[in-house]
């Protein structure tokens, strides 16, 4: 068996085991940093202003190596809780970062979460977000990344299980060749509203950004999107792609979705699409047709449509976990991860 | 069941209609096990959907007749439970199924099925095995079955998976419905094939095509005219050489 790294006094209430190789765990309960401030392998981790939030300066190459942020709301304080968390990447270092959002107890948490981010010249991040928390709980991500010369941003937002789910995400390409990928997955059912709002700004010529977002509503779910493109005058050869699709698997579902171009160079490639539909009923008849229930083929015509979302994931092992959990969540079991002594949501 | 010499299919006068406008007007067709039928005639005759009807399409309302397949009311079995007692239907045009791969797809079938049968699932290993076998029944490329269901595939390669899934999941009685339409000589003669490695006593194929060209593969013990929504006449495979050389018309006409 692996042995994984935990605080004891986290340990006591919360384990998470997420499968794979090499990762490392960082525990923030309440936004307070689990462990001693202090640099390792070129990782330096403190806090910020309060003890509260997370500071990470990260060198060199960690791409095989993923940093896991477990960030758990306690019962020792259930007022709204306001935390910044800043990642910088030094010129040419490369990350793989999960962040994954838990509640211990069903308290109506409310948590706003600000992430700036900066990737030097060269930088690579692929970060994770992974939202599970309960049915009552509000929650509210602030996204804000600046991509220096050649700078590559992979971001993968599965939003998961949430009361309110908010995620404002605002890339900024200041240099030349950075390229920003943002994707997002948002499942949600009964009354629970998920919202995305997404501005990748090109500030400079010769970016590329493309952005692949999707949700499955249920019950009277309710989910907007907005995402906008900028391309600033003079940004030329930008390259910027957007697509937004939703299934509605009933009348009571509804989904706003607002895609949007802004445009001031004349030599760029871009195209935004938006589709809102429903299972696809001849489909679901050919599955059966080979002798799968109605029940498994409603479940896998929502695997296949969230199939490239998570094809994204480029970790293995985690992305094997994410689409059991998805399927889980799908199946209604709510989103429990097997792998917990505490169920986190 | 009893009767081992009975039908395996029986339809009676079956009636389907759609949207108030009657499509099939009394067929009547026996099929047995080890028999292997061709259904002919001309376009908008009712072919498609009969065989759509028998796997349990919805959007056909059954007004009048009855279906027993091995002895149960097929008519009150949704569509893959018909599927678990054996039925298959060759699609005329297989759906795309974007992001799911055949071999997550056939796992899911094969599994149902077993489960059905108080089997456990098969292990990966079992399962990889398997498909490779079937697929060079079928002369695939393996490369296929981990694409999506269908996506991006000639005419010629839906054809050849649904007569892979076809042999996936051993059914006893198989409507092909028009899985020649499109085809090249190769591919017909792997197809036909595939059909005629799979063709065992104790299983059925019921064959519904244009072209006297598929019977030349897989030789018919019946052939059947329908039109209007009837079966017309019925005879040995000598009826689709006449349908060939005289047309429908001719023998609508003489009837």
């Known amino acids: 068996m692996k042995e994984y790294r935990y605080m004891p006094e986290v340990k006591r209430v919360f384990q998470c085991t997420v499968p794979g190789e090499n990762i490392r765990q960082v525990f923030l309960v309440d936004g307070v940093l689990q462990e001693s401030p202090g640099t390792q392998n070129g990782i330096t981790l403190s806090t910020g202003p309060e003890g509260r939030g997370l500071k990470t300066h990260i060198t060199g190459d960690h791409s095989e190596n993923p940093l896991q942020i477990i960030s758990v709301r306690s019962e020792n304080l259930p007022e709204p809780l306001e935390f910044t968390n800043t990642w910088e990447l030094a010129p040419g270092a490369k990350a793989q970062i999960v962040v994954c959002d838990h509640t211990l107890k069903e308290h109506l948490y409310q948590t706003s979460r600000y992430s700036h981010i900066t990737l030097r010249e060269g930088a690579h991040l692929d970060l994770l977000f992974m939202q599970n928390e309960h049915g009552r709980s509000r929650y509210w991500l602030d996204l804000d990344a600046r991509l220096y010369k050649d700078a590559r941003l992979d971001s993968h937002i599965l939003s998961l299980y949430g009361g309110t789910i908010e995620n404002k995400v605002k890339a900024h390409l200041q240099e030349p060749g950075a390229v920003c990928n943002l994707d997002g997955l948002y499942l949600a059912d009964g009354e629970q509203e998920i919202k995305y709002n997404i501005e990748v700004r090109h500030n400079s010529k010769e970016c590329q950004s493309s952005q692949l977002f999707k949700g499955i509503l249920d019950n009277s779910a309710k989910a907007w999107f907005e995402g906008l493109i900028y391309v600033a005058p003079g940004a030329q050869s930008t390259e910027a792609f957007q697509a937004n699709h939703n299934l509605l698997l009933t009348r009571d579902a509804k989904i706003t979705t607002m895609p949007q171009l802004e445009i001031y160079a004349d030599d760029v490639k871009c195209s935004h699409g938006a589709t809102i539909g429903r299972l696809d009923e001849m489909g679901l008849f050919y599955i059966r047709s080979r002798g799968v229930p109605l029940e498994q083929a409603h479940l896998l015509q929502q695997m296949a449509f969230v199939h490239d979302v998570l094809e994204h994931v480029r970790n293995h092992a985690i992305r094997v976990r994410l689409e059991k959990m998805v399927e889980s969540r799908l199946r209604g079991e709510f989103s429990k991860c097997a792998h917990c002594t505490m169920h986190c949501c | ?255």
Do not use: C, W
């Open chain 2, 1 to 255: 069941m009893g009767k081992t010499q009975g039908n395996m299919l029986e339809i009676n006068n079956l009636h389907v209609s759609i949207q108030d406008r009657e499509i099939l007007s009394g067929v009547n067709l026996q099929v047995r096990a080890g028999e292997v039928h061709a259904i002919m005639g001309p376009n908008g005759s009712g072919k498609s959907t009969l065989a759509a009807v028998l796997a349990g399409r919805d959007i056909f309302t059954v007004t009048k007749g009855t279906v027993v397949y091995k002895g149960v009311d097929l008519l009150a079995l949704p569509p893959e439970e018909r599927a678990r007692l054996g039925l298959f239907l060759g699609f005329q045009y297989p759906v795309e199924i974007p992001g799911l791969t055949s071999v997550n797809f056939m796992k899911a079938a094969v599994n149902e099925q077993r489960k059905y049968k108080n089997l456990p699932p098969l292990s990966s290993g079992e399962f990889l095995k398997l498909m490779r076998q079937k697929m060079a029944v079928v002369e695939m490329d393996p490369s296929f079955v981990g694409r999506g269901v269908n996506v991006g595939f000639s005419g010629g390669e839906k054809k050849r998976n649904e007569i892979f899934q076809m042999a996936m999941l051993e059914p006893t009685l198989a409507f092909l419905d028009e899985t020649d339409s499109g085809l090249d000589v190769d591919a017909l003669r792997v197809v036909a094939n595939g059909v005629n490695k799979l063709k065992t006593k104790d299983n059925a194929f019921v064959v519904i095509t244009h072209y006297q060209r598929l019977l030349d593969y897989i030789v018919p013990d019946i052939v059947h005219v329908l039109n209007k929504g009837r079966i017309i006449k019925s005879g040995s495979k000598e009826l689709a050489l006449e349908v060939e050389n005289k047309g429908y018309d001719h023998i609508i006409n003489a009837t």
